[in-house]
């Protein structure tokens, strides 16, 4: 087969939503596995609802998502002496003609067809008249009136509507502008589009669209029109809808890569695995195994694959992302100025500490917080209860060995021979000394495990902490 060429054509007239997202994923990636070409094209022709910020809220969205184009953007408003091109074309070949009935006539055409029990229409009273263009007129394309056009779809199977049902349609409008299914078809053909994956509210105007590629003896693609993403409402996410925009789910904390797997999840399936790294996409993707019922949106899923792919990623990959986090919360990380290295390693000594119990980038950079702040507080109730009279020994024990050791000493064995030596001297047992300790070190009574949280921490900060607690106390 020749080159796979892909394509994903929003219109900017708001941001890209799930639904969208999930398209434009499903062309990338089939042009990805297949080592093809994917194309980004922006249908920007409704020029009153069309804006520049959505144009620039899509690409930051895909951006995001990691999804890439290797063509485009095209911008259909840019493209208006091509289609101007091919409508004359049309009309020269005699597939398309002009039209000059107004629309108080088509009105009377549409009811009469009514009457009679059919679709309301057009009837063709230009067809044959071999018009003249004057200023205007709109042109029409010439329509079968018998048999039927076929929609073969890789993941429908075959749909067949009856070319009665269709009209001769206006291919351009009386102001010169093209109509919809007109400039899709002439992008598609002249940007070597071969497979179109869209959302199945399109597959009604693929008849028409196939009659335009026939008029223009181009060949046609490969057509998968996929079931739509539904909200938990039923109804189809979409802009008008209230869908949220994708780039609000970075905010939310969410992982680019978790969104892809959660968004290919969506409508298409390899066998009953659930957890897919971008590469393993690429690699396994086909057009063949996506599904036919509609998916309904399931913000659980999605938190609950997040999780997973926290879970998957390096420590030093999570960096970059938990600091934007961090700098959300006015929490600069330390200098990296003069020991960038210790300082990258705390980080992500931080970020380990975190990551087995982070739904969300959200989560994890709410649950550092105690790390970074100059001083912490103490939750009311957990202070009643461990930062007691009680608590002053044992506190004073473990402020006295952390600090003994020396730099090198600080690891979690050497931790772990301090606590032994605290419990020992007070007879007490470990759980009832590292309660304390905890709301001693992060303000409250649930934190990372105890000694990976002091190593995070520092030795400095955690000896600062405890004596503040006992000051507390005192
Ligand atoms: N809810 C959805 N589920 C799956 N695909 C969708 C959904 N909504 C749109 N798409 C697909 O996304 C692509 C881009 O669509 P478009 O930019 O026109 O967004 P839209 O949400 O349909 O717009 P609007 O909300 O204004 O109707 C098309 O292929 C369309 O079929
Ligand atoms: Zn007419």
Redesign the pocket.
Known sequence: MDTVVTR???????Y?????A???LFNWLYARKTGGRFILRI?DTDEARSTKESVDAIFKSLEWLGIDWDEGPFFQTQRYDIYKEYINKLVASGHAYYCDCSPEEVNAMREKAKSLGKKPMYNGKCRELNKEWKPGMVVRLKAPAMGTTVVEDVVKGNTAFPNSELDDFIIQRSDGSPMYNLAVVVDDITMGINTI??????LVNTPKQMLIYKALEAPLPLFAH?????GSDKA??????G?MSVSEYMDMGYLPDAMLNYLVRLGWSFGDQEFFRREELIEKFSLEHIGRS?SMFDMDKLTAINAKHIQDKSSSELAPIFSAHLAKREIALPDTQDNHDGDTKRVEKIIETLQPRSKTMVEMADAAIFYFRESIEFEEKAAKKFINSDAVELLKLSARYIKELKPDEFTEKNLEDAMKKVMEETGLKFGKIAQPLRVALTGGTVSPGIFEMILALGQKKTVERIQKAIEHIQ
Do not use: C, N, Q, Y
């Open positions: 994903f054509p929003p219109s900017p007239t708001g890209l939503h799930i639904g969208g999930r398209t434009a249908e994956i869209r959302g199945d509210d399109h996929v079931p739509m993403v539904l189809r996410l979409s802009k008008r809808h869908a509609p």
